[in-house]
């Protein structure tokens, strides 16, 4: 990957993929309407898509890693079917009830600034779109733009967000709010 790109940030469950609680069967892996345009888009206009997205029914003993990655195999092959396949994704197994804090779990930085280095991305260069406060709060610490997607849960978390966050209502409004602003 060249090095400095931009790169947007996704959470999965609720941003890319219809939220399923504790979701350990790829079967019901469902992209949201619009995400293969919208990736294909920022993948076109140069930006690097990474998966960023906390597991925590690993920790809590609800499904195991290998099923995890089932699970994430199937979005990647959904994902690259459509013309849109990420760079990467990360996850965190962890949950702060079930072992000591961790620095990956969002919204601690470490799976972003893994991908960083593993793939030469530019943080302050980046977008962190997803459907709650703590997957758009590391735009705070790594610089970059938050942009909230009202897709998850039918719960708006926008009166939580901080300042210079972009509410949208899906992801294909992010894609042309980030398109638009490069």
Known sequence: MEEGVGVVFFDGDGTLIEEKVYLSDPRQVVLLPGVAIALRDLREAGFALVVVTNQSGIARGLYSEDEYRTVAKRLDDLLAESGSPVDATMYCPHHPDFAPACECRKPATGMY???????????????????????????????????????AYDVDESAQMPADTAVVDDLMEAARFILSRD
Do not use: C
């Open 113 to 151: 600034q893994r991908a960083a280095s593993e793939l030469g991305l530019d943080l302050a260069d980046s977008y962190y779109v997803g459907d709650k406060v703590l997957d758009v709060t590391p735009s705070l610490v790594l610089g970059g733009v938050g942009v909230l997607v009202r897709t």
